[in-house]
């Protein structure tokens, strides 16, 4: 039993002779010169929307989400259904859609991508370093403060 499904959208051309399909998300009829394909069935292009944003899915050649009986935006399903994976630095988990930081096979909540030693946050731009899991600060690194030969105070 699939529980999910990515589907494409398509636009189709109303042929004139042709009898006009019913939509999908109204039930009116498609007197429109063109309507979506999408899910097996035909839409109006304003009547294939997010069930969560409204926002309009009828983009050629978009995809749309499927699950649950909820068809969805990329952004939705990943925010309702998406895998989400843990901070390195807080073991928190991280939402599929939040923007993040990463350092090799780490990855890092915004906030918490900071000197694990002393919290500095970094700017674009700024040196870090990884040692031992850890991000590290230039000071903190050169300093060796991370196997004990000299105490640091927090800043």
């Given at each position: 039993m699939v529980l999910e499904k990515e589907e494409s959208v398509s636009l189709?051309?109303?042929?004139?002779r042709e009898k006009p399909r019913g939509c999908a998300g109204c039930n009116g009829k498609i007197r429109d010169r063109f309507m979506l394909q999408a899910l097996d069935r035909y839409w109006h292009e304003?009547?294939?929307?997010?069930?969560c944003c409204d926002c309009r899915l009828g983009r050629v050649g978009s995809?749309?989400?499927?699950?649950a009986n909820?068809?969805?935006?990329?952004?939705?399903?990943?925010?309702l259904f998406g895998v989400t994976g843990n901070c390195?630095?807080?073991?928190?988990?991280?939402p599929a859609f939040e923007?993040?930081?990463r350092a090799r096979d780490n990855v890092y909540h915004l906030d918490c991508f900071a000197c694990q030693l002393c919290r500095q946050r970094?700017?674009?731009?700024?040196?870090?370093?990884?040692?031992n899991n850890m991000i590290l600060c230039q000071?903190?690194?050169?300093?060796?403060?991370?196997?004990?030969?000299?105490?640091?105070?927090p800043q």
């Open positions: 189709v051309s109303l042929q004139s304003d009547c294939l929307k997010c069930a995809t749309l989400y499927t699950r909820l068809i969805l935006c990329r952004r939705d399903y990943l925010r390195a630095a807080c073991s928190k988990l991280i923007m993040v930081m970094f700017c674009v731009g700024d040196k870090f370093f990884l040692k000071l903190d690194y050169e300093g060796g403060h991370l196997n004990g030969s000299t105490e640091r105070q």
